[in-house]
């Protein structure tokens, strides 16, 4: 599985981004895909995460009502809106993929990873 991410870029606070994490090498339906960020200096840590085949999801507190992820099944590829976003928010962010239907928060848990996009956030 090959994860590709893509949509970083450096906006003001406030604003919005999304970012896209498009999968090739296999069909992920059964699998859960999940964002995560690191900014630097911190230890990467979870934003949010989906289960492809029902569509559940998962936020970190820090970014719940904020953040919103959404699949698109048909292309492959997994979506992370960002809204109302802050300087801390600040961070490269990941994509990954496990290969269970089972929402969990921890980066060790996941078996593949894209190569990371940064989202730059100023005040």
């Known amino acids: 599985v090959q994860l590709q991410a893509s949509g970083g870029g450096l906006v003001q606070a406030g604003s919005s981004l999304r970012l896209s994490c498009a999968a090739s090498?296999?069909?992920?339906?059964?699998?859960?895909m999940g964002w995560f960020r690191q900014a630097p200096g911190k230890e990467r840590e979870f934003v949010a995460g989906?289960?492809?085949?029902?569509?559940?999801?998962l936020y970190a507190d820090s970014v719940k009502g904020r953040f919103a992820v959404s699949r698109d099944n048909a292309k492959n590829t997994v979506y992370l809106q960002m809204n109302s976003l802050k300087p801390e928010d600040t961070a490269v962010y990941y994509c990954?993929?496990?290969?269970?239907?089972?929402?969990?928060?921890?980066?060790?848990?996941?078996?593949?990873w894209g190569q990371g996009t940064l989202v730059t956030v100023s005040s």
């Open positions: 990954a993929a496990k290969q269970t239907s089972l929402l969990v928060t921890t980066a060790n848990s996941f078996d593949y």
């Open positions: 090498g296999r069909t992920l339906i059964t699998y859960t």
């Open positions: 989906i289960r492809l085949n029902f569509g559940s999801t």
